[in-house]
């Protein structure tokens, strides 16, 4: 993106993350650059037990157009996967197609109004409710409440809450290859996944959570 705040070029979009300074400094924000694409950049703010704020910016690839979202929801990675699981709460902060310079400063002010009116812990309570009675009840559903919210759940109790530990990517997977084997009923799910595919899954809630 080199100079360029409205975040046309795509190659180096992760660059637009200076643009939510206030968001990271001021608000605690956090930046999981590990789970970012190419052309998206999420922050994520913890808000109570398993649920977060997230913040996505992007540049579409296939017009340029800027746009951001702010998400409040249990625990995720942050991309368009969130919109597949009903408590996740979704607010359309700005979308634009023309070239402006100061597009997600704008945005991140519109979301710190949003954050000092008290929206978030609204948005948390119906995410909660959703939780416990979804709107829309899919496959997502099922697979979040029933597997992999409980097994990360487990790995964080095996882990003492050790974020140092859960950070570490390589001991993470680790400790979920032994929290694998001793699974039960919810054993089969996790086979048809796969070790790897699991791991992989569960250490993306651990990093979030480890920030």
Request: proline share 2%; net charge positive; charged share 25%.
């Amino acid at each position: 993106m080199a100079n360029r705040k409205d975040g046309s070029n795509a190659d180096n979009f992760s660059s637009v993350v200076a643009e939510f300074d206030n968001l990271i400094n001021n608000c605690d924000f956090k930046c999981p650059k590990k789970l970012w694409y190419k052309n998206l950049v999420a922050l994520s703010k913890h808000i109570e037990d398993i649920y977060y704020c997230y913040v996505i910016a992007r540049v579409h690839k296939y017009d340029g157009a800027l746009e951001t979202t702010l998400w409040v929801g249990p625990i995720n990675r942050p991309d368009d996967g969130l919109d597949s699981l009903s408590a996740n709460i979704k607010i359309q902060i700005g979308y634009n197609q023309r070239l402006d310079q100061d597009f997600f400063q704008n945005c991140e002010s519109k979301i710190i109004k949003i954050i000092d009116s008290g929206t978030l812990k609204t948005l948390m309570a119906a995410s909660k409710a959703e939780i416990q009675n979804p709107s829309i009840r899919n496959l997502r559903y099922d697979v979040y409440t029933k597997y992999l919210l409980p097994f990360f759940l487990k790995i964080k109790a095996a882990a003492n809450d050790d974020k140092s530990l859960m950070k570490d990517k390589n001991k993470c997977l680790r400790l979920i290859e032994d929290q694998f084997s001793t699974l039960q009923s919810e054993r089969v799910f996790f086979d048809k996944l796969g070790l790897k595919a699991t791991q992989d899954k569960l250490w993306e809630l651990c990093y979030l959570y480890s920030l």
